[in-house]
């Protein structure tokens, strides 16, 4: 079983900053991408930010400059990743998912798993 947990959601002003987290945790092989996606009310959900095991990272055109994902860390027996958010606009008020690739074994093709998501509300 794998599980994925994401923190540092909230509510906060308009040019304010928040850190999120996401451990994820179980039975985990090879984990290849850690990312973060976001799904504001009547939209699909967006990649935010994703990181590979490399290191090499992408973001949204909208969030380049102001948000910065780490790269992926092993601590406590869990695999993290956070993303640093600046200068946060009404517009960046979503639920904030975290999502991995992973491979549970090594006969595994790997497929996509997720967290249950942190809403961030920023009020103008």
């Known amino acids: 079983q794998v599980q994925l947990v994401e923190s540092g959601g909230g509510l906060v002003q308009a040019g304010g900053s928040l850190r999120l987290s996401c451990a994820a945790s179980g039975s985990i092989f090879i984990l290849n991408n850690m990312g973060w996606y976001r799904q504001a009310p009547g939209k699909q959900r967006e990649l935010v930010a994703g990181?590979?095991?490399?290191?090499?990272?992408?973001?949204?055109d909208s969030v380049k400059g102001r948000f910065t994902i780490s790269s992926i860390s092993r601590y406590d027996s869990k695999n993290w990743v956070s993303l640093q958010m600046n200068s946060l606009k009404p517009e960046d008020t979503a639920v904030y998912y975290c999502g991995a690739y992973i491979r549970r074994t090594y006969a595994d093709s790997g497929m996509d798993y997720w967290g249950n998501g942190t809403l961030v509300a920023v009020s103008s």
């Open positions: 990181v590979s095991s490399r290191g090499d990272t992408n973001y949204l």
